[in-house]
């Protein structure tokens, strides 16, 4: 592969320009090109009705290619120290993600059937959300459930990147570090009761739109 180039204009929070060397054939959607703001919200498996649970806000940074794949890593924007690795090829994509100091897991895996349509359909994927953790035995886990990702645009960091670029491995360390910043600074998310919530898919949750309202992260 061509040896990618460098153009970094600003390593501020918010603000990273670079290009690169698109890949010839990246999966068509895939999560960052076209928008990197995404909502998931899940579903529990197990009830008769496929209850609704939660829905947070994440956000994929830049990818790279990897073989027929693409890889990179997410974070949330709704729950505090939420984060982890995506993968896709083809339509399906698969995240792994951690929470709560890495106590609690969380494995996704979204096949995309929704292509987008500017100005009547978001790009949407469904499938399965696992979340567990750790008990020093077998695992506990928290629910087995269904899932649905829809993308609600682009997340304000990182800002200025171009759809089908590749970063460089320096300046995705750069952005990762400060992601995770970000990440680990943001407000608890609370339940209806006002409660601290424990886990990203908690049923109980306050909405998202109370969240960003309550603490003016939108």
């Known amino acids: 592969m061509e040896a990618l180039r460098k153009k970094v204009a600003a390593v ?52 790279v290619a990897v073989g027929t794949s693409i890889q990179g890593t997410w974070y949330s924007t709704s729950f505090p120290d939420w984060n982890g690795q995506y993968y896709q090829e083809g339509d399906e994509l698969k995240m792994t993600g951690d929470y709560a100091k890495d106590v609690g897991h969380d494995h996704m895996t979204l096949v995309h059937t929704t292509y987008d349509v500017p100005g009547q359909v978001r790009a949407m994927a469904f499938k399965d959300w696992t979340e567990w953790q750790e008990d020093g035995k077998f695992g506990s886990i928290i629910g087995w459930g269904n899932a649905k990702l829809e993308r609600v645009g682009k997340c ?25 910043e970000f990440s680990f600074g943001l407000p608890d998310r609370l339940t209806v009761s006002g409660d601290v919530a424990e886990y990203p898919g908690q049923s109980d949750l306050e909405s998202l739109d109370s969240y960003q309202e309550r603490t003016g992260f939108k």
């Not at 959607?29 to 829905?55: C, E, R």
């Not at 171009?162 to 970063?167: L, M, S």
């Open 12 to 63: 501020t929070f918010g603000c990273f320009v670079f290009a690169g060397s698109a890949m010839a054939h990246p999966p068509k959607p895939n999560v960052f090109d076209g928008g990197n703001k995404w909502l998931i919200t899940g579903y529990i498996d197990s009830t008769t009705n496929h209850m609704q649970v939660a829905t947070q806000e994440i956000c994929f940074l830049p990818y």
């Open 156 to 180: 304000r960091y990182p800002q200025g990147i171009d759809d089908g670029v590749q970063a460089t491995p320096e300046l995705l360390k750069k952005l990762e570090a400060q992601a995770l």
